[in-house]
């Protein structure tokens, strides 16, 4: 509870309560009694309560707040609240005066007062007074819905409810009795309730906070509230409390069954903290985290809303070791499916050494259970992964087992999206050829499967479309060097393949926001923007006019209108990739909006957006290895040395980790930048083929020539 100030008075600034480390000055002290209600103090008297409190603002304020209702504002006498024995939780030494304070409470509080208190105290939250009488005053409590009695039914289901509830589409949030909801014995009335609120806002130990309904939630701050977990109230036991709050949550404060927005998920989210906490493991899982947070496969919270830190949260409530252990009452395929589904979070929330290890235990015991759905999905996120953390070999491999498991599925749907998995580890292995043919096949089936959607789209036709921009990509990158002199074609025929490339790219990426439905994952969306933001970029870069070294005083002369389209896709992909939570990706988008930022006289921009890159990049050596070429080959002119120097650490980086998709690049920048003093290591010549730079004034490449003059060839 964020109780950082106190109302402000005559000569009385705020003070910040949760410094806990901030010692007040006598001066303070006593402005903060008097505020408190505490007015007689003598000098000697405020010295005792100082060196009780420690001078910490909250000890001294909930100190306070007994002295002015159980000792009529007086400081004198204070010690009789003193308690003969204080316990301090191991490893909170440092707040020992607050502990001291708190203990008060031992000799203060009625039975009421201290049952409010410890059930309070189980929230992580403000709590509504109507969620307190379903707990302590039943009798008094909103009425709930009721509970259909068993009845001979006038009909049977139609075929559209059997359908629903046969692909989960179907179902409703549990309804439960007064009974099941009220904490055993000591039932309270509702004035009794009510006066024990009020005393206890009026000792400061609650904080009464109006909301825009018109009723209150009644707030605790963390540090007390430690407390009264830590003391419970007689026959009020933990597990017994979990237990109630877990069924308020899933019922009553949410009683939607799949509510929309990260609003109404919040209640979901809280009632499998408590249901893992109160035994409930596999209910949690499967009613609650699965059902209604994740609306089964259509996975809501985390592709439709990004909320992966929230999901990865719930998760962690079902190990009982952090990623390495699931709760021992699971099924076995439901700790199978949680150690992959822990990983994948972790890998998207850029903790990708976390995630390794429990993704390969997850797949591992998928297939020993010869659950191969299971088997495939965790070999295609170990594949993912790898190639994140710069194994792409492993990736490879794993790809591959991907696409086996797959197979034996007999799951058309994995059999598709897990080819596109491994064709884009061949890419980016280098492997062009094998890659396009993965692509191709994966694409066949998706024709086969859903003969309206006959193209790859989402992720998978992300990763096609970057295959197949691959030959442009560096193309652009070769125009970026040049000079309005030196307009890029390449071979004959080659400057329209490329466009043509281009072309159908962004028509493919067209037709996906075609097929757009309203509840498409948010990270989708934005990976199609990217597409048409690249591809667009590539296109313009290859046709365009004007000056093409990036530099602060020389733009490239996009049409405006390109320019203007370009901007709109990227700046949209950007947004999107940040909104999905997905770190990885939004790397990428980052990497192509500096490029277009560096061309359009953007440098500040651009220089921004490469260092996000880099800092979301630490852990992934991949895109390490994509900022330092960006980097160089967009800024080389204003530090020759230090592009030459970024180049040697992406060549090693290259090298070591098998990135030979960029072994072209590499050449195409080191024949401009130059390259280090160092030990230069031999790439693949097979990726694509030697790129031309000439003008329009030569139609016959003149041997030999690297002269970068005008009207000169130069071999990159």
Known sequence: MPLTDLPVSSGYRLIDLEAKARALSDRDARLLLENEGVADCSEEELAQLLHFSGRQPLALKTMAGFLAVHNQGKAKGWQRFRPDVVRIPPGREKEEHLWQVLAWTDGVLNANQRRVLNTLAWFREPVAG????????????????????????????????????LRGQFGSAPIYTPEELALPDLAMTGPDLRRALDSLVRLRLLRREPTKQGNNRYAMHDLIRDHFRRTPAPALDPQAIHLRLYRLYAGVIQPVWRPDGLDGLRPLYEAVHHGARAGLHQEALVDVYRDRILRNDGFY??????????????????????????????????QAWLLNEAAFRLRALGRFDEALAPMRAGMEMAVEQEDWKNAANGASNLSELELTLGQVAAAVSD??????????SEDDFLRMGFRT??????????????????????????????????RLYSLWGFRYADLLLGAAERAAWARTFGDEALPVVGAPGTL???????????????????????????????????????????????????????????????????RQTIAKHINAAVDGLRKSGEIEFVARGLLTRSWFRALTGDEAGAKADLDEAWDLARGAPLFQTDVLLTRARLFHHQNPTQARTALARARALIHQHGYHRRDQELTDAEAVIGTAQTQRQGGRADAYPPLYIYSWRYREKPPGFRKRRFGSWRNL
Do not use: M
């Open 399 to 408: 790809g591959a087992r991907s696409v086996e498991y797959a197979d034996q």
């Open 421 to 454: 998995t491994h064709a884009d580890a061949l890419h980016q292995h280098g492997d062009r050829a094998e890659a396009r043919r993965l692509f191709e096949a994966a694409e066949a089936i998706q024709k086969d499967r859903q003969p309206t959607y006959p």
């Open 496 to 562: 329209g393949e490329w466009i043509a490339a281009c072309d159908a790219v962004t028509e493919r990426a067209r037709q996906w926001f075609e097929w757009r439905l309203p509840a498409d994952p948010i990270l989708d969306i934005a990976l199609d923007r990217l597409t048409l933001a690249r591809a667009g970029l590539y296109r313009a870069l290859l046709s365009a006019e004007g000056c093409y070294e990036a530099s602060p005083h020389c733009t490239v002369r996009f049409p405006e209108e390109s």
């Open 130 to 165: 109507d969620w307190l009488r379903h707990l302590l005053t039943p009798r008094d409590a909103p009425e709930l819905p009721q509970k259909e009695a068993d009845a001979e039914s006038d009909g049977e289901e139609t075929l559209e409810e059997l359908l629903r509830k």
């Open 301 to 334: 919270s985390t592709r439709k809303l990004g909320a992966v830190s929230a999901d990865l949260a719930a998760v962690k409530n079902f190990f009982t070791e952090p990623w390495i252990k699931p709760a021992p009452g699971l099924k076995p395929a439901d």
